[in-house]
């Protein structure tokens, strides 16, 4: 796995960054750290004619923090270093188009991001959907929260409920099905909440891969973790063997949960 992290030396950027390198350390990969300093912000810049010279001093500053960050978290990480100078933006761009990252972390004043790069990016803090169905909401609680809490995202819970399963006849069903995956919602975000993360809710109806990307875009999803599949095959984890491999549709990093018991 390549990981490109476009780093600003803020709180969030040093989150990802330290993100990034747990993901590698658990996956293998490469990491690739990119600081991109933007001295046409100083143009009649009126805090003084030493501002960019302090802008600049400080941005050494910070890239020197993530070096120090990554000597003493990512020993067995394969780490490359770029600062440039120029549009942030397009300077993440050219870099992406050079290596062909399969993931791009990024603090929040990249979020444009998400939608210019052909690769999946995870913009940090942002919102995590967790689709859930009428079985065993808390299954992959512990991933949840671990993949929460090393962003500081909050969660979307998304229950699904497949209603092109069910014909006419089959209303009473449906509707049991509607109530237990309300049900699911709310037990799992509870158990969320619980563990401190802050947690959003929905349901929709349809055919679960289709649901899952409109609410991602509806709610500005950072990162979707979906099943691996069970002892049991559900709804959920066909719509995670269909989003894997559609990828032209997919704006969004999708990481997969391990699988789930059965209940």
């Given amino acids: 796995m390549k990981i490109l992290v476009a780093y600003d030396g803020t709180i969030h950027a040093k989150k990802a960054l330290r993100y990034g390198i747990q993901k590698l350390a658990k996956s293998g990969g490469d990491l690739t750290v990119m600081q991109v300093f933007d001295s046409s912000l100083f143009v009649d810049y009126e805090a003084g004619p030493r501002a960019e010279e302090m802008a600049r001093s400080e941005a050494g500053r910070q890239f020197e923090e993530a070096k120090k960050i990554v000597s003493e978290s990512a020993a067995d990480v394969p780490v490359r270093f770029f600062a440039e100078e120029g549009h942030a933006l397009d300077k993440v761009a050219i870099q992406v188009s050079a290596d062909r990252p399969d993931l791009v ?3 929040p004043r990249y979020k444009d991001l998400a939608s210019s790069l052909s690769c999946p990016v995870t913009i940090v803090p942002g919102t995590i959907l967790v689709p859930v169905d009428n079985n065993n909401p808390t299954a992959n609680i512990d991933g949840i929260v671990l993949e929460a809490a090393a962003t500081g995202s909050k969660v979307l819970v998304l229950g699904v409920v497949p209603v092109h399963l069910y014909s006419r006849e089959e209303r009473r069903e449906l509707e049991r099905v509607k109530k237990e995956t309300a049900s699911s919602v709310k037990e799992l975000k509870k158990a969320l909440s619980a563990k401190g993360i802050e947690t959003l809710e929905a349901v929709r109806s349809g055919y679960p891969d289709e ?6 875009g509806e709610h500005g999803v950072s990162l979707i973790l979906m099943p691996s599949g069970s ?11 269909i989003l894997m491999d559609e990828t032209d549709r997919l704006k969004w990093p999708v990481f997969l949960l391990p699988p789930a018991e059965a209940r």
């Fill in 211 to 216: 649901e899952i990307l409109k609410a991602a």
């Fill in 105 to 107: 972390l990024a603090p």
């Fill in 231 to 241: 002892t049991t095959p559900s709804e959920l984890s066909k719509a995670a063997a």
